[in-house]
């Protein structure tokens, strides 16, 4: 009930009762709630009165392991409120965190709507980090067959491929879910904000 907006950052989406009790507070569908603790969605925005429903794969690198982190994301859009539901704990929203506490950049400024964008926008940032990780893998892999092959170079080449086929069911999808919510038509969403969905498609 203030000017401002509301971030709820959910972390682990197995508790239903918890889910459900969010869900009943604010009015949420039966049908949204079920998308939200079935992971393995796809891509996907859906309108309703009050709310947008956006469905994600959000993609993390684990340095430790060299492995790409696949984990589903949901996001409640309301006038001055964003619900933002993961399955578990860690992110990539650390940049957005560190500007709403330094009140630095848009984000403070705008509406929820500019929020769900700087989340999303940021997912796809990350992307392109994880494309480069992928890139170096490569290479490291390359100079191995060249020069120091071993009786491993299958394993780690399958190892490889499935990362790779991982992002290009991620990113695919992704890009036309983006084609789309530049088209919203809610009243949710500002012409403004629309503007910069549009960027990060293009």
């Known amino acids: 009930e203030t000017k401002t907006v509301t971030w709820l950052n959910i972390n682990g989406i197995h508790r239903e009762d918890i889910i459900e009790s ?3 507070y604010f009015n949420i569908h039966p049908l949204v709630m ?57 992110d990539v929203f650390d940049p957005i965190r560190n500007r709403i506490r330094t009140a630095s950049g848009r984000v403070r400024k705008m509406g929820s709507d500019y929020l769900a964008y700087a989340l999303i926008d940021i ?15 490569t290479e490291l892999l390359e100079n191995d ?6 009786p491993d170079m299958m394993r780690k080449i399958n190892v490889l491929k499935r990362k790779l086929i991982l ?9 036309e879910f983006l084609s789309t919510i530049g088209r919203v038509d809610s009243p949710i969403f500002t012409e403004t904000t629309l503007l910069y969905f549009r960027d990060v498609y293009d």
């Open 123 to 137: 997912i796809v940032d990350n992307y392109f980090v994880i494309l480069e990780k992928l890139a170096e893998e």
């Open 22 to 24: 969010i869900g009943n």
């Open 34 to 90: 079920e998308d939200i603790m079935n992971v393995g969605q796809r891509p996907k925005i859906e309108y309703y009165d009050d709310y947008v429903f956006i469905v994600l794969r959000m993609l993390s690198y684990d340095d430790n392991k060299s492995d790409v982190i696949d984990e589903q994301l949901s996001l409640i859009i309301m006038k001055g409120l964003v619900i933002s539901l993961q399955e578990r704990e860690g």
């Open 145 to 150: 067959l060249i020069y120091n092959p071993g």
């Open 167 to 175: 992002m290009r069911k991620t990113i695919w999808p992704f890009r």
